[in-house]
Nanobody, 126 residues
Framework: QVQLVESGGGLVQAGGSLRLSCAASGRTFSGATMGWFRQAPGKEREFVASISRNGAVTSTADVVRGRFTISRDNAKNTGSLQMNSLKPEDTAIYYC???????????????????WGQGTQVTVSS
């Protein structure tokens, strides 16, 4: 049974940084494309970033590009999202997601992912 557990959320002032982690278990993590999504109050869940199974390919949403960096450590079965220069509009619940695929590619669509974590709250104060 696949489990994804996010951690690292919290309250931070605008301009600050947070690093989110996603711990995977139940299946070989190196075979999975991983993604991060977020959902702000009253808004739909949106794509943030994705990384291929081997870490060679990444994609980041325009609204966070240059501030957020996705990475992974397959040896530790973990993925990460480094968030710098945080803004109040980054406030949301952040979710990690995974899909197992034989192709080293990224995925931007929510419907492409099979497994989701429970989410971690990120709050950025102005």
């Amino acid at each position: 049974q696949v489990q994804l557990v996010e951690s690292g959320g919290g309250l931070v002032q605008a301009g600050g940084s947070l690093r989110l982690s996603c711990a995977a278990s139940g299946r070989t993590f190196s075979g999975a494309t991983m993604g991060w999504f977020r959902q702000a109050p009253g808004k739909e869940r949106e794509f943030v970033a994705s990384i291929s199974r081997n870490g060679a390919v990444t994609s980041t949403a325009d609204v966070v590009r240059g501030r957020f960096t996705i990475s992974r450590d397959n040896a530790k079965n973990t993925g990460s999202l480094q968030m710098n220069s945080l803004k109040p509009e980054d406030t949301a619940i952040y979710y990690c997601a995974a899909r197992w695929t034989p192709i080293a590619t990224i995925s931007r669509g929510q419907n492409e992912y099979d497994y989701w974590g429970q989410g971690t709250q990120v709050t950025v104060s102005s």
